[in-house]
């Protein structure tokens, strides 16, 4: 079982529509969950963070986290062509000298059709 | 506020050569996170650094590799006698020390080449 695992892509939606991408992960111990985006060829930029159960809004972006379920989702409303890139999940597992690293997911492509 | 800078942005290396790869945190961070992404294949943590100090590098491979975060100046991952499974692009990312929740930011990444 993979550590960080994203639901497979590619996923394709209409302009104005909601794009949802959906990550899991297996460290029951994790405690800090991120969404990156990726455009080709560029750096991840850092979209949204999550540390605690419930929803966090920020624009149009709604990142979903539940432990228990060990899930994490993020939803994008009224997606624009311009979101269109690789979405990554990643988790910072708990204690110890791991705590800086982030797992990622193999990521989500999203496209976003005018 | 500049944010993380890497360099060179670009590298090209032949094989059994040394690659240098300089990352500068952003302002006022002190945490420096490297990871490398192989093409067609997702972000892989190498190393974690503070100031003169390595705090975890579980994902480094054991030989040809190394990684020093000095007192002064940038962040430095080496690549001795670089083949050719070594070409991607290598990221480097911080984050403050007051930072609870450890938000990591990268910067553009330096894509490596070995010929």
């Known amino acids: 079982q993979k550590e960080v695992e994203q639901n497979s892509g590619p996923l394709s939606v209409p302009e104005g529509a909601i794009a949802s991408l959906n990550c899991t992960y297996s460290d029951r111990g994790s405690q800090s969950f991120f969404w990156y985006r990726q455009y080709s060829g560029k750096s991840p930029e850092l979209i949204m963070s999550i540390y605690s159960n419930g929803d966090k809004e920020d624009g149009r972006f709604t990142a979903q986290l539940n432990k228990a379920s060990q899930y994490v989702s993020l939803l994008i409303r009224d997606s624009q062509p311009s979101d269109s890139a690789t979405y990554l999940c990643a988790v910072r597992s708990g204690g110890g000298t791991s705590y800086g690293k982030l797992t990622f997911g193999q990521g989500t492509i999203l496209t976003v059709h005018p | 506020n500049a944010g993380v800078m890497q360099n060179p942005r670009h590298l090209v290396r032949r094989r059994g050569q040394e690659a240098r790869l300089r990352c500068s945190p952003m302002k006022g961070h002190s945490h420096v996170y490297w990871y490398r992404q192989l093409p067609e294949e997702g972000l892989k943590f190498m190393v974690y650094l503070q100031k003169e100090n390595i705090i975890d590098e579980s994902g480094m491979p054991k030989e040809r590799f190394s990684a020093e975060f000095p007192k002064e100046g940038p962040s430095i991952l080496r690549i001795q006698q670089v083949v050719r499974g070594d070409s991607a692009a290598y990221f480097c990312?911080?984050?403050?020390?007051?930072?609870?929740?450890?938000?990591?930011?990268f910067g553009p990444g330096t894509r490596l080449t070995v010929t």
């Open positions: 990312a911080s984050s403050p020390w007051t930072s609870g929740g450890y938000e990591q930011y």
